[in-house]
């Protein structure tokens, strides 16, 4: 086994030879593939945010100019940042700036605080954070300037403003600790000479969910993370007509890549930005912008439900709604169909990788009463007893999973790691899962003793 990133474990060569020869692995950093989309799709909407459009073109270029500048700001390749935006262009822009910088995003959900970020901010040295100055009345920049104080490591600080609003905090600025402050919309620098990178190396850092501490980060390479979201675009059929909601947190596995943003992007579609999840944003959204595919929690599927009636919306558009963070509910499946129009569905997994899901041709008792089948055909999933034996089809035991997406490792965890992976490199997910005749999964639980479902808001359950 070699190492990607200090702290980061591979997969062992004849499993990555396997999948480079399965053609799973194209060998394309996710950034450079956002330059071949611009190319081939340059002048479509490739991101919509309220009254914003962006094209595929656009977005390239201010990817472009966003890298230049973090690299003007002396980024070096392999350093961490820590992203903790909502869902907005600049989320989207950020994250493929960093990687095409050479630098590694570390994504963090927006409603976490000081204790949670200056956490993230010690596990990965990182030496930058990218956050709203204030959002939802709670001041970020306070919270980044005070883990900054504490720390030896975070030094500089980007503040992103809602268009039509002024950063309370002036221009660029220097505090007592030497941590240095600046407007996101300042780092835009004219390109010059990207780094040299391969597609082995970790794009970013996803959190694993729970409540772990310190956390557990999941190291994604661009190689896996591009097959995963392609791989998954190609399982529901996304074409360039497609327009993808993206309602839940933009900084999870579901929304981000399964298919998501990078899958939506991968086939030149409409990714629409909403930073309100609730019914009458997301309803009317999907009215005006005619979208076709989105992702939600059982919990949010059914508050949409329940305020159709009274919406005064078309969501005739709709072909698809896939159900993560949770087990999907019967009566919830069956009112998709009915009352939405359109099919259901369920995908389980993590951001640490292993995904099943189910198909758009499965038939509806498979899709209301399963969690579907893997992604790859390069999945290995197990169920196996407590002693680590595989059980027989239609009994329960806990679910293993290794493949061409799923990680080798957390991010410098080596305790976790020796608890959460087999002497063979299988994954001990924690779930308690049964496989149908057929080769469906039904997920049926939690292993006792186990940590709490790794899905957090907008992850796969």
Same mark, same amino acid.
């Given at each position: 086994?070699?190492?990607?990133?200090?702290?980061?474990?591979?997969?062992?060569?004849?499993?990555?030879?396997?999948?480079?020869?399965?053609?799973h692995w194209h060998g394309n950093t996710l950034d450079n593939l956002l330059r071949g989309w611009a190319l081939q799709y340059g002048p479509r909407t490739a991101l919509v945010h309220g009254g914003t459009r962006i094209t595929y073109a656009n977005l390239n270029r201010r990817v472009d100019r966003m890298a230049a500048g973090f690299r003007q700001l002396g980024f070096r390749r392999g350093l961490r940042v820590v992203v903790q935006l909502p869902n907005v262009p600049e989320f989207v822009i950020t994250v493929f700036a960093l990687m095409r910088a050479g630098v590694v995003p570390v994504f963090c959900p927006v409603p976490h605080r000081a204790a949670q970020v200056s956490d993230l901010v010690r596990l990965t040295e990182a030496v930058g954070? +990218? *956050?709203?100055?204030?959002? @939802? /009345?709670?001041?970020?920049?306070?919270?980044?300037?005070?883990? %900054? =104080?504490?720390?030896?490591?975070?030094?500089?600080?980007f503040t992103f403003e809602a268009p039509g609003t002024s950063n309370p905090y002036g221009g660029f600025t220097v505090d007592a600790s030497?941590?240095?402050?600046?407007?996101?919309?300042?780092?835009?620098?004219?390109?010059?000479?990207?780094?040299?990178?391969?597609?082995?190396?970790?794009?970013?850092?996803?959190?694993?969910?729970?409540?772990?501490?310190?956390?557990?980060?999941?190291?994604?390479?661009?190689?896996?993370?591009?097959?995963?979201?392609?791989?998954?675009?190609?399982?529901?059929?996304?074409?360039?007509?497609?327009?993808?909601?993206?309602?839940?947190?933009?900084?999870?596995?579901?929304?981000?890549?399964?298919?998501?943003? +990078? *899958?939506?992007?991968?086939? @030149? /579609?409409?990714?629409?930005?909403?930073?309100?999840?609730?019914? %009458? =944003?997301?309803?009317?959204?999907?009215?005006?912008?005619?979208?076709?595919?989105?992702?939600?929690?059982?919990?949010?599927?059914?508050?949409?439900?329940?305020?159709?009636?009274?919406?005064r919306t078309d969501v005739t558009s709709l072909r698809l709604v896939q159900i993560g963070g949770a087990p999907l509910p019967r009566a919830i499946a069956e009112r998709i169909c009915r009352e939405l129009g359109c099919r259901p569905q369920q995908v389980h997994g993590a951001a640490e990788g292993p995904l099943t899901l189910t198909r758009p041709a499965d038939p509806d008792e498979t899709v209301f009463t399963t969690q579907g089948r893997p992604l790859s055909p390069d999945d290995e999933v197990r169920i196996v007893d407590a002693d680590g034996k595989d059980v027989p089809d239609g009994e329960p035991g806990e679910l293993l999973a290794r493949g061409p997406y799923t990680l080798r490792g957390y991010y410098r965890a080596p305790g976790h790691n020796a608890r959460s992976f087999t002497a063979d490199?299988?994954?001990?997910?924690?779930?308690?899962?049964?496989?149908?005749?057929?080769?469906?999964?039904?997920?049926?639980?939690r292993r006792p003793g186990a940590a709490p479902a790794a899905a957090g808001p907008g992850d796969p359950d």
């Open positions: 086994m070699t190492s990607m990133l200090d702290g980061c474990t591979s997969w062992p060569e004849e499993f990555a030879d396997r999948y480079w020869m399965a053609g954070y +990218v *956050g709203p100055s204030t959002y @939802g /009345g709670f001041d970020h920049t306070a919270m980044a300037a005070d883990i %900054a =104080a504490r720390g030896p490591f975070l030094r500089r600080v030497g941590c240095h402050y600046f407007p996101l919309s300042s780092i835009d620098e004219p390109p010059g000479p990207a780094p040299a990178q391969t597609a082995d190396q970790v794009a970013f850092l996803l959190l694993s969910g729970g409540s772990a501490a310190p956390p557990k980060l999941v190291p994604r390479t661009h190689n896996d993370y591009a097959y995963q979201a392609r791989a998954a675009a190609e399982l529901v059929s996304l074409t360039e007509d497609d327009v993808y909601l993206a309602a839940l947190p933009a900084e999870s596995n579901l929304t981000f890549g399964c298919p998501g943003i +990078v *899958g939506t992007f991968s086939v @030149g /579609g409409t990714v629409v930005l909403l930073e309100d999840p609730e019914p %009458a =944003a997301c309803l009317a959204a999907i009215d005006r912008e005619r979208v076709t595919v989105t992702s939600v929690e059982p919990a949010l599927a059914e508050r949409w439900l329940d305020a159709l009636p009274t919406a490199g299988y994954f001990r997910t924690g779930d308690l899962a049964r496989r149908t005749p057929d080769g469906n999964l039904v997920v049926t639980g």
